[in-house]
T-cell receptor, first 112, second 114 residues
């Protein structure tokens, strides 16, 4: 069954603005990851946050995790046209196989 | 020097045919995956191999059969293709079980069944 749900499904903002995407999940996790997918390409890993962490930064990316609400958010600051892509959260649940379960993604469009 | 490569990139075929997609990674990873991404961009895991051993086999029709000749390769063979098999198939790899679960994805194979 689908684990993650992302909100919004699509987001369109002006270059320079901040973009926030949210992800909710259903079961306990080891960690949560965010990936980017450019049109027609494979997914690229952006950032991983462990279940005992609440916030993590990487460049213009900021990820938060609230395990009590089973939710995470990805903030991209000072957006650029090159940030236009789909963004997926993926949860690493308590599976022996360490499989990732992906959300449906948020399509982000940065308008110049 | 692509990390995870797939061939072919595009595959157009008739219903009922049998086809294969190949994946190779040069990262020295132990674990490899096949995912299916449908037209709504929903990405779902199909199979995973760790050191040539099958460790994940999600609810996938028997027409799909993965094969891992060595830990750097994971191929996907599909028999009796159906219209619903049309999708983008992604291969991915990661270091190994119990290690960082960051996955590296190939560029995808767009399969169109007519």
């Amino acid at each position: 069954s689908q684990q993650g749900e992302e909100d919004p499904q699509a987001l369109s903002i002006q270059e320079g603005e901040n973009a926030t995407m949210n992800c909710s999940y259903k079961t306990s996790i080891n960690n949560l990851q965010w990936y980017r997918q450019n049109s027609g390409r494979g997914l690229v890993h952006l950032i991983l946050i462990r279940s005992n962490e609440r916030e993590k930064h990487s460049g213009r990316l900021r990820v938060t995790l609230d395990t009590s609400k089973k939710s995470s958010s990805l903030l991209i600051t000072a957006s650029r046209a090159a940030d236009t892509a789909s963004y997926f959260c993926a949860t690493d649940g308590l599976y022996r196989s360490q499989k990732l379960v992906f959300g449906q993604g948020t399509r982000l469009t940065i308008n110049p | 020097d692509t990390a995870v490569s797939q061939t072919p990139k595009y595959l157009v075929t008739q219903m009922g045919n049998d086809k294969s997609i190949k994946c190779e990674q040069n990262l020295g990873h132990d674990t490899m995956y096949w995912y299916k991404q449908d037209s709504k961009k929903f990405l779902k895991i199909m199979f995973s191999y760790n050191n040539k051993e099958l460790i994940i086999n999600e609810t996938v029709p028997n027409r799909f059969s993965p094969k891992s000749p060595d830990k750097a390769h994971l191929n996907l063979h599909i028999n009796s293709l159906e219209l619903g098999d049309s999708a983008v198939y992604f291969c991915a790899s990661k270091e190994g079980m119990g290690k960082r679960n960051e996955q590296f994805f190939g560029p995808g194979t767009r399969l169109t069944v007519l």
